[in-house]
T-cell receptor, first 112, second 115 residues
Framework: ETGVTQTPRHLVMGMTNKKSLKCEQH?????MYWYKQSAKKPLELMFV???????ENNSVPSRFSPECPNSSHLFLHLHTLQPEDSALYLC???????????FGPGTRLTVT | AQSVSQHNHHVILSEAASLELGCNYS??????LFWYVQYPGQHLQLLLK??????LVKGIKGFEAEFIKSKFSFNLRKPSVQWSDTAEYFC?????????????FGQGTELSVKP
């Protein structure tokens, strides 16, 4: 695998479910990011991790919980989501925060 | 609050036409500037970037962009588009990058190129 990978690519979950999104980067980068991409809206930065330490939490509801166990892996734990949380969730990485970011293909999340 | 504005939401061109997509940002400090492209069904890819130096930067696939500091602009250009350029284009600005950085995206411009 090369670049940034995300699993699953598609996820349908009920409002009471708990699920996790996984991101893995194979680029040797030190910073990782979660974004939310909704139709007709700019990408919204959710979380930033630099050297496994969270450096940005962009007023994201607590039903989204990130985890960065090492510099190559990033998770987004989801629980009791709302239908308006349905979107494409993108993971990205960069050499360091501030440098150009490389994006994964995203997870298309549908909350029913 | 800092923001990035892309003037055109949807642009339709014929092949061989010239392209210019506008991007303006609101931030008075030092910035890094990027254009990303998202082809149908594919992930976001870096098209070009500006950090410092020559304000006219060249990217992949014949694209270029010019940073005009006085206008807070970073417009994307291509002299002759192809059908394969059909995609969504995002301008992004990294502010405060020397304090960790935060990438702010514009809302995107959808480009449709007719063969």
């Amino acid at each position: 695998e090369t670049g940034v990978t995300q699993t699953p690519r598609h996820l349908v979950m009920g409002m009471t479910n708990k699920k996790s999104l996984k991101c893995e980067q194979h680029l040797g980068h030190n910073a990782m990011y979660w974004y939310k991409q909704s139709a007709k809206k700019p990408l919204e930065l959710m979380f930033v991790y630099s050297l496994e330490e969270r450096v940005e939490n962009n007023s994201v509801p607590s039903r989204f919980s990130p985890e960065c166990p090492n510099s190559s892996h990033l998770f987004l734990h989801l629980h009791t989501l709302q239908p308006e949380d349905s979107a494409l969730y993108l993971c990205a990485s960069s050499q360091e925060s501030g440098y150009e970011q490389y994006f994964g293909p995203g997870t298309r999340l549908t909350v029913t | 609050a800092q923001s990035v504005s892309q003037h055109n939401h949807h642009v339709i061109l014929s092949e061989a036409a010239s392209l210019e997509l506008g991007c303006n940002y609101s931030y008075g400090g030092t910035v890094n500037l990027f254009w990303y492209v998202q082809y149908p069904g594919q992930h976001l890819q870096l098209l070009l970037k500006y950090f410092s130096g020559d304000p006219l930067v060249k990217g992949i696939k014949g694209f270029e962009a010019e940073f005009i500091k006085s206008k807070f602009s970073f417009n994307l250009r291509k002299p002759s588009v192809q059908w394969s350029d059909t995609a969504e284009y995002f301008c992004a600005v990294n502010i405060g990058y020397n304090q960790g950085g935060k990438l702010i995206f514009g809302q995107g411009t959808e480009l449709s190129v007719k063969p």
